[in-house]
């Protein structure tokens, strides 16, 4: 297995003899990306083809491994090596979703030499383990079953057809505590789906273990179709459920069966940022109403509802937050700022009669400014302020929530100005 050094969005790995990749392990790569592109939202671009040869990665990050060979895509922002890097990532995930992720359980573990993909295998198994170490979660599961003596309630039209010859048995119709249920099965399935796939000896050692834990559960063919009930019983597991669902398959990635197929871990970052700010806000801004993909606007009223607004954040019903993954251009006049951009922010001010816009962006080094509202604009013949902003995602949580709260506040004080 050749393990690749990561990369970042946007950067290219040659191919040939003396490149980073031979021809067979590339086209199994571009194979397996191909295959992926048509299941990601959006339809990214995960890794294209180029003149030099080469393979260059698209607006993703994540994991794809073949039989020969790792390639690990790293986000493209400011940090000071590959472990912060990935460190920053896998905190996004766990806020965008929902994972049972904390920053102090990343120190312990060797981030710095393995990928994302070993990385949440090992979080998820130390997670598992210690959780089923304490007992599985049981339910009742209504029985039948025919048994020398009564359990339960007789099932009487069973029992004077299927044993009117046999009066040795009868017919019992019964529950029965068992650990045998759809939240069990998917997290056996996420085990030993994971086993064919980690490389590392310590995370195969805990998924070993797990599985043999989970003698009386059956097998699942289809884990992500089963009825899963979340409650306060199985509470323990409510996010370790969330993750087995991860790794198994999600509609932000997509994972395929079969080792000799390979196995992919992606996540495109447009959507990824945009799910990790909007969390992050209602973190950081616990009095307010923080709503996501807000769906009850249209940009045409009459004569029937058409083009359905549909804003990444909206704060308090007025203050309205668009985010963008990509960088900023401090040397260009607009900023690099799309106009389309534009346009659809002041639709989306216009049908909220919001006084304040926002466009956020990732921070980068470059910029002659530090994390906050970096630009303040104003709509031509209306009221409406239009605010360029950014935030620093590879720096402590604590300032990245204080830089949210501090633009929001922004907001608020000048539109009460």
């Given at each position: 297995?050749?393990?690749?050094?990561?990369?970042?969005?946007?950067?290219?790995?040659?191919?040939?003899?003396?490149?980073?990749?031979?021809?067979?392990?590339?086209?199994?790569?571009?194979?397996?990306?191909?295959?992926?592109?048509?299941?990601?939202?959006?339809?990214?671009?995960?890794?294209?083809?180029?003149?030099?040869?080469?393979?260059?990665?698209?607006?993703?990050?994540?994991?794809?491994?073949?039989?020969?060979?790792?390639?690990?895509?790293?986000?493209?922002?400011?940090?000071?090596?590959?472990?912060?890097?990935?460190?920053?990532?896998?905190?996004?995930?766990?806020?965008?979703?929902?994972?049972p992720?904390?920053?102090?359980?990343?120190?312990?573990?060797?981030?710095?030499?393995?990928?994302?993909?070993?990385?949440?295998?090992?979080?998820?198994?130390?997670?598992?383990?210690?959780?089923?170490?304490?007992?599985?979660?049981?339910?009742?599961?209504?029985?039948?079953?025919?048994?020398?003596?009564?359990?339960?309630?007789?099932?009487?039209?069973?029992?004077?057809?299927?044993?009117?010859?046999?009066?040795?048995?009868?017919?019992?119709?019964?529950?029965?505590?068992?650990?045998?249920?759809?939240?069990n099965?998917?997290?056996?399935?996420?085990v030993?789906?994971?086993?064919?796939?980690?490389?590392?000896?310590?995370?195969?050692?805990?998924?070993?273990?797990?599985?043999?834990?989970?003698?009386?559960?059956?097998?699942?063919?289809?884990?992500?179709?089963?009825?899963?009930?979340?409650?306060?019983?199985?509470r323990?597991?409510?996010?370790?459920?969330?993750?087995?669902?991860?790794?198994l398959?999600?509609d932000?990635?997509?994972?395929?069966?079969?080792?000799?197929?390979?196995?992919?871990?992606?996540?495109?970052?447009?959507?990824?940022?945009?799910?990790?700010?909007?969390r992050?806000?209602?973190?950081?801004?616990?009095?307010?109403?923080?709503?996501?993909?807000?769906?009850?606007?249209?940009a045409?009223?009459?004569?029937?509802?058409?083009?359905?607004?549909?804003?990444?954040?909206?704060?308090?019903?007025?203050?309205?937050?668009?985010t963008?993954?990509?960088?900023?251009?401090?040397?260009?006049?607009?900023?690099?700022?799309?106009?389309?951009?534009?346009?659809?922010?002041?639709?989306?001010?216009?049908?909220?009669?919001?006084?304040?816009?926002?466009?956020?962006?990732?921070?980068?080094?470059?910029?002659?400014?530090?994390?906050?509202?970096?630009?303040?604009?104003?709509?031509?013949?209306?009221?409406?302020?239009?605010?360029?902003?950014?935030?620093?995602?590879?720096?402590?949580?604590?300032?990245?929530?204080?830089?949210?709260?501090?633009?929001?506040?922004?907001?608020?004080?000048?539109?009460?100005a």
């Open positions: 297995m050749n393990t690749l050094p990561p990369i970042k969005e946007w950067e290219e790995l040659s191919i040939g003899k003396s490149g980073q990749l031979v021809d067979r392990d590339a086209q199994r790569l571009h194979k397996l990306a191909e295959r992926i592109k048509g299941r990601l939202k959006g339809r990214p671009a995960v890794l294209t083809r180029t003149a030099t040869p080469g393979l260059k990665a698209g607006q993703v990050v994540g994991v794809l491994t073949t039989p020969g060979v790792t390639v690990e895509i790293l986000p493209k922002i400011d940090a000071e090596d590959d472990r912060s890097l990935r460190q920053s990532l896998v905190r996004m995930l766990a806020v965008a979703k929902k994972l992720i904390a920053d102090h359980d990343l120190a312990p573990l060797e981030i710095q030499h393995e990928n994302l993909l070993e990385v949440l295998i090992r979080i998820f198994s130390i997670r598992l383990l210690s959780a089923i170490r304490r007992g599985l979660p049981h339910r009742y599961i209504g029985q039948e079953d025919d048994l020398p003596r009564l359990k339960g309630k007789l099932n009487v039209k069973r029992q004077f057809s299927r044993n009117a010859v046999r009066p040795d048995r009868l017919a019992c119709t019964f529950d029965e505590f068992s650990p045998d249920t759809p939240l099965r998917v997290l056996k399935a996420a030993v789906r994971l086993i064919t796939v980690s490389k590392s000896t310590s995370n195969q050692r805990k998924l070993t273990e797990s599985l043999s834990r989970f003698d009386s559960v059956s097998d699942t063919p289809y884990p992500l179709r089963e009825r899963v009930m979340l409650d306060r019983t199985n323990t597991f409510h996010q370790l459920f969330e993750m087995a669902k991860l790794l398959a999600g932000w990635q997509s994972t395929t069966s079969g080792r000799d197929k390979g196995y992919s871990l992606l996540f495109p970052m447009n959507e990824l940022f945009e799910e990790y700010i909007g992050s806000l209602k973190i950081a801004l616990s009095s307010a109403k923080v709503q996501l993909q807000h769906k009850i606007h249209y045409i009223k009459s004569p029937d509802n058409r083009f359905q607004l549909r804003p990444d954040i909206v704060v308090d019903g007025n203050v309205i937050i668009d963008k993954w990509k960088q900023l251009k401090p040397r260009e006049s607009n900023l690099g700022v799309a106009q389309s951009d534009i346009y659809q922010l002041l639709a989306y001010a216009n049908a909220y009669r919001a006084k304040r816009v926002i466009l956020l962006y990732p921070w980068h080094g470059e910029l002659d400014h530090g994390p906050g509202v970096y630009r303040e604009w104003r709509a031509t013949g209306t009221d409406t302020a239009l605010d360029i902003a950014t935030v620093n995602v590879s720096g402590p949580v604590k300032d990245f929530h204080d830089t949210l709260r501090q633009i929001v506040d922004h907001t608020a004080l000048a539109t009460a």
